[in-house]
């Protein structure tokens, strides 16, 4: 639990530091320790990694129809915990998808086709029209089986599922932060950590040719502010509104409530002290250490290394290594790519693998044009249990996205669909019947 104390604070000032849209001073001259280290926190020292076209790219979406066509292939290789019959399915199976979207009013189609081994082909269609959502495959029906976007708790409960955590509506949209409200939080949030943190706890040093500033706190300063900080999310109604998409709002709070009983509970170690270094050079953040003491020994370290283009996140556990993680971005003229290594040895009682290794390619071609992007994807995994049996998995997945001035979807009716909002607890009986004939259960 101390471990678990430390570093939630010091993740909570690593992700307000993120982004760089809250400048705590507008220059450097006359500041004190304490004004320099927020000063550098919430500098935007990950710029490098982020990409305009991008971003460009990403908005253009959100406001323009356009059309796409895309394959998805994996393969998995496996020593012995995987059936050969289900790796000879795996490895003669792809699917392809085509379809068109337009966000900005709501409606979108895609048409799957699961191609399976030998020569089965399984074609399924999503479609959206608005808050309703549908899926339509012979193996379930010939008319789309539709829910709309509300009264999702009663649904559920008829359905006979635990609807206890849903809420009544998912709200997507309401789920992201606007620029505006990204820079509230922030502020809020950082004005938590600068009222109850005092200067005495930063110092600054040389060291070669970077400066050193360090924040240094005991335990019980470290419990303190994360309190502070758990409460005040607990009445904060613009993450209450984000989270309600996700989870029950007065469910939310409970839970926050019981996290702060559970931490005004803890007894302070004093030999415990809390950590974090930052590393500058030519006004950079290059470096930042985070770490535990029991005493003088370390018990638990998070190293983060920020170069250009490049970012690597190290953590330790009694010294020894349990995550690796490195993000690395590449570019041309046209395209940018990046590349995110992680390895994990982890020994717990809740990972079926004890050692993973993942290695993630995200690849945007034609991306300085903003169309007829193509997406690519490459994902491999490879994981070892405690027995030793391996597995590796290789995913493949491509995208080519055409934007068009103008897209027709069909809508969602009574006619082409069934929306179980609607359907009596009759006619829904009457549907899984058919479901399980067509699947061959019944």
């Known amino acids: 639990m101390k471990k678990k104390i430390a570093l939630t604070l010091l993740i909570v000032v690593i992700l307000l530091g993120i982004g760089g849209v809250y400048a705590y001073f507008a220059t450097n001259a006359f500041k004190t320790d304490k004004e320099l280290f927020f000063s550098y926190m919430t500098s935007d020292w990950l710029s490098d ?16 129809a356009y059309t796409n066509k895309g394959s998805i292939a994996l393969e998995v290789q496996d020593d012995g915990s995987i059936s050969d019959e289900t790796l000879q399915m ?6 392809t998808f085509e379809g068109k979207t337009d966000n900005s009013k709501k409606i979108a189609e895609q048409t799957l086709t699961m191609e399976l081994a030998q020569g089965i082909n399984i074609p399924v269609k999503v479609r ?30 008829r359905l006979g599922a635990d609807a206890e955590d849903v809420p009544d509506k998912i709200d997507f949209e309401e789920s992201t932060f606007t620029e505006s409200e990204i820079k509230e939080l922030k502020e809020k949030y950082f004005s938590i950590l600068d009222e109850n943190l005092d200067e005495e706890l930063f110092s600054k040093e040389k060291e ?10 005991t335990e ?16 904060d109604e613009t993450l209450l509104k984000k989270f309600s998409g996700v989870i029950d709002r007065d469910d939310l709070k409970q839970q926050i409530d019981d996290l702060v009983d559970e931490l005004k509970d803890i007894e302070p170690d004093e030999k415990t002290t809390f950590e974090m270094k930052l590393s500058i050079k030519s006004k950079k953040v290059e470096k930042v250490e985070m770490n535990i003491k029991e005493g003088e020994n370390i018990t638990a370290n998070i190293l983060i290394e920020n170069s250009q283009n490049k970012l690597s996140i190290k953590a330790y556990d009694e010294g020894d290594s349990i995550l690796e993680l490195q993000i690395e971005k590449e570019t041309n003229e046209n395209d940018v790519a990046y590349k995110i290594d992680i390895k ?13 290794e993942i290695h993630l390619t995200v690849q945007y071609k034609n991306l300085a044009t903003l169309d007829n992007v193509e997406e690519n994807y490459e994902l491999k995994l ?8 391996n597995t590796d998995l290789k995913l493949n997945y491509t995208n080519v996205k055409q934007f068009s001035s103008n897209i027709k979807v069909e809508g969602i009716n009574s006619e082409n669909s ?3 909002n609607d359907a009596t607890d009759d006619e829904i009986d009457e549907l899984l019947i058919t479901i399980y004939k067509n699947l061959g259960l019944y």
Not at 90 to 95: G, V
């Open 49 to 64: 990694l982020k990409d305009e076209n991008l971003k460009e790219y990403i908005k253009k979406q959100e406001n323009n």
């Open 90 to 95: 795996i490895k003669n199976s792809k699917i």
């Open 128 to 157: 959206r029209d608005g808050e309703t959502l549908g899926i339509q495959s012979n193996l379930l029906n010939t008319k789309f089986i539709a829910v709309r976007n509300e009264n999702l708790k009663n649904l559920l409960e």
């Open 208 to 217: 070669n040719d970077q400066t050193i500033i360090k924040l240094s706190m």
């Open 220 to 235: 019980e300063k470290a419990k303190d502010v994360l309190i502070k900080i758990f409460q005040t999310i607990r009445d």
């Open 344 to 356: 994990t040895d982890l020994d717990t009682e809740l990972a079926d693998q004890e050692k993973a």
């Open 382 to 389: 490879s994981t070892q249990d405690y027995d030793e049996s």
């Open 418 to 420: 069934i929306t179980l």
